[in-house]
């Protein structure tokens, strides 16, 4: 078991990930794993850095899939001890009302499995493995407050609970996503977009995960959300910044000094905090 220090990127063999694991490769001084569910396409993705002197590992991890999930924590466990850096990027959206999208009860299942319930299987295996002074970047969306603004007074209310725990979230995405599946979303309460509650859940999620950590007495454990804006992707058609650009915020919420006071579980949109819940912005701790 090494002591080396180590960064994991899931859903990293192009785009946006790809981009975070090279600005990883550049600035953070450790191993960083590329992952990916297709082991060809990532160790191509390791074998184009490799080109830019950039010396990635890969290793195959299909968040949707629990075993594969143990397969990265027993990797990262026997060689390393522990992580340093965790960004959950994986993520699906399907184009709205496209010709091409299946009906909204797949897609809801498809994406939430994916967005929602894959990084959450990530996190509660990964995160006992989180070292002191660990980092952690849920990657986002602003789409969380967009769906949020279209939700019922009452769901409203149940996302803003003060109280809330990852089993009330975990219930809101089910319900959603059976309400799809009914073809009842507007008779809930729910807005449309599958991608939108994945991103409600994911968000939320983060804000408790850091109450949790700080409750366990963590040593510095900094866990953020964050909003990359439009960037060119196979998820955006290609449409939007350069996906190195749309890395600056991720690298920033992986890169965050040593016993910072904010950021912590927070949403980061630009570098600076986002109050998504009631949509007003403050600047960031950090530099």
Not at 59 to 81: A, M, P, T, W
């Amino acid at each position: 078991m090494s002591g080396q220090k180590v960064a994991v990127v899931t859903g990293a063999n192009k785009g946006l990930g790809f981009a975070i694991v090279r600005g990883l490769c550049k600035n953070f001084e450790g191993d960083v794993i590329l992952t990916a569910r297709d082991e060809g396409r990532g160790k191509a993705a390791v074998a184009e850095l490799e080109k830019e002197e950039l010396h990635p590992k890969f290793h195959q991890l299909d968040i949707s899939d629990h075993e594969s999930v143990l397969r990265i924590k027993d990797f990262l466990e026997k060689n390393y001890g522990g992580i340093d850096i965790l960004v959950n990027n994986a993520a699906i959206a399907y184009e709205f009302n496209s010709v091409l999208s299946p009906p909204i009860g797949q897609a809801a299942e498809e994406v939430c499995k994916i967005n929602y319930f894959g990084t959450l299987d990530v996190c509660q295996e990964l995160f006992p493995l989180l070292r002191p002074h660990a980092r952690v970047c849920n990657v986002s969306s602003i789409n969380c407050e967009f769906s949020l603004s279209e939700y019922s007074d009452e769901l409203k209310a149940k996302v803003r609970k003060t109280d809330l725990t990852i089993d009330d979230i975990t219930a809101l995405v089910k319900q959603f996503v059976d309400a799809a599946n009914k073809n009842q979303l507007k008779e809930q309460g729910f807005d449309s977009s599958p991608y939108g509650i994945s991103k409600v859940g994911v968000s939320l999620m983060t804000i408790l995960q850091q109450k949790e950590l700080d409750a366990k007495g963590a040593e510095d454990i900094v866990v953020n959300a964050c909003d990359v804006g439009l960037v060119a992707t196979d998820m955006t058609g290609g449409a939007g910044m350069p996906i190195d650009q749309g890395a600056t915020t991720p690298l920033y919420c992986c890169l965050l000094p040593p016993d910072i006071e904010s950021p912590r579980g927070k949403f980061i949109m630009n570098k600076r905090v986002y109050d998504w819940l009631t949509a007003c912005t403050t600047e960031a701790t950090a530099s």
